[in-house]
Structures are given as structure tokens and as C-alpha cells.
T-cell receptor, first 111, second 116 residues
Framework: GQQVMQIPQYQHVQEGEDFTTYCNSS?????IQWYKQRPGGHPVFLIQ?????EVKKQKRLTFQFGEAKKNSSLHITATQTTDVGTYFC???????????FGQGTRLTINP | DVKVTQSSRYLVKRTGEKVFLECVQD?????MFWYRQDPGLGLRLIYF???????EKGDIPEGYSVSREKKERFSLILESASTNQTSMYLC???????????????FGSGTRLTVV
């Protein structure tokens, strides 16, 4: 079926290093959402991108939506231990009814 | 504070039992969803509902059914539980989407189901 692929599956960084996770779709997306799931918690909505080439920032987090609306990225600058968790992207394939979630990127941080 | 409440945090059931997982939201959301989460597989959609008494199959509906008799409540039913249904089950809700715009999903805390 139609999929949204997310890489990497795991990422371990030293505190203070940057982190990026990528989301790719083979078909055009109407929008892309990003979620964060803390260890033992549930996914929490972070942001939605709708426009081609859109860039949004939340403090140290930068979200981008590709020009072709087929890929997206989440970049964290200078990671902190509070950033630990799994980050999911979720996109709506154009014409489809529901969001498709990526497999998630699990971020661990060495303090 | 808006909430999606799942009835149980942990549940242990025997193979062959009929299992009910309940989800209630207090945000007047039209859409409700059931996902299962397994390591390495991310979130997989089981069923979803856009309105009362209405349901749509997701990506992995086999072995499951759902019920939505009231707008705020969406139940997931395992007709005859099997060990391969051991998983974390997450309920979510949202407002109805626009043409290109989706509202963010609000997730419940999850039910960790173990079938023995």
C-alpha cells in the first residue's frame, strides 16, 4: 500500500549535537504532520505543514516540507535530554481520507 | 484540558476471549481512530470512524471490529483474542479534515494488551 518512509529508525547523539529525521513519500502529500512520543507516553501533535516549500520553527525545532510535497524533515539544533523520544511524521496522500504514519525515528541522547 | 481516555492502561487476556477496548473523547471530535503500535512497525491503523455508527477499515482490520454508538465513544473489539494481538493499542481523535488541511490527532495514553 501507499507508504510514508521515515529514516533513520534510530539515532543516538551526544547532548548538544544536532539531529535530523527525514520523511519520504512516493506520492504527493496534501500535508505532513509531526508528532513526538516520549518513552512510555503517547504521540503528541507538534505541527502541520501544508504549503510546498514551507518551513516552520518551534524554538530549536525546524520543520520543512519539500517543494514537490513528497518529503519533509525535522531538525533539532543543539539537542537536550528533554528531546529524547520517538518522532513520527504522518502525511495525507492526495485524494485519500486518512493520514499515513511513518515508522518513527527513536532519538536517544548521551548527557 | 482536552482528553482522550482509554479505559485500561494494562490488560491481560486469555487466548480466545472476547476483548473490549474503550475510548472516550471530550472534544466533540468527529473522527476517531484505533491504532496498534509495535516496535519497528510504527503506528498501524486498525479502524477509523468519521461519524456515529459509521466505520471504515484501516490497514490491519483482520481479527478486529469496532462500534461507535455515540459521538464521544469508539470501542475496539477483539472477537477472539490471539497471542499475535499482544500490542499497545492507541485511540486517537480529531476534527474532520478539510480538503488539504488535517487537524492534529489527540491520542489517548494507550492500552498495553497481553494475550496469553
Amino acid at each position: 500500500g501507499q507508504q510514508v518512509m521515515q529514516i533513520p529508525q534510530y539515532q543516538h547523539v551526544q547532548e548538544g549535537e544536532d539531529f535530523t529525521t527525514y520523511c519520504n513519500s512516493s506520492t504527493t502529500l496534501s500535508n505532513i504532520q509531526w508528532y513526538k512520543q516520549r518513552p512510555g507516553g503517547h504521540p503528541v501533535f507538534l505541527i502541520q505543514l501544508v504549503k510546498s516549500g514551507e518551513v516552520k520553527k518551534q524554538k530549536r525545532l525546524t520543520f520543512q516540507f519539500g517543494e514537490a510535497k513528497k518529503n519533509s524533515s525535522l531538525h533539532i539544533t543543539a539537542t537536550q535530554t528533554t528531546d529524547v523520544g520517538t518522532y513520527f511524521c504522518a502525511g495525507r496522500i492526495q485524494g485519500a481520507q486518512k493520514l499515513v504514519f511513518g515508522q518513527g525515528t527513536r532519538l536517544t541522547i548521551n548527557p | 484540558d482536552v482528553k482522550v481516555t482509554q479505559s485500561s492502561r494494562y490488560l491481560v487476556k486469555r487466548t480466545g476471549e472476547k476483548v473490549f477496548l474503550e475510548c472516550v473523547q471530550d472534544m466533540d471530535h468527529e473522527n476517531m481512530f484505533w491504532y496498534r503500535q509495535d516496535p519497528g512497525l510504527g503506528l498501524r491503523l486498525i479502524y477509523f470512524s468519521y461519524d456515529v455508527k459509521m466505520k471504515e477499515k484501516g490497514d490491519i482490520p483482520e481479527g478486529y471490529s469496532v462500534s461507535r454508538e455515540k459521538k464521544e465513544r469508539f470501542s475496539l473489539i477483539l472477537e477472539s483474542a490471539s497471542t499475535n494481538q499482544t500490542s499497545m493499542y492507541l485511540c486517537a481523535s480529531s476534527f474532520v479534515q478539510g480538503l488539504t488541511f488535517d487537524y492534529g490527532y489527540t491520542f489517548g495514553s494507550g492500552t498495553r494488551l497481553t494475550v496469553v
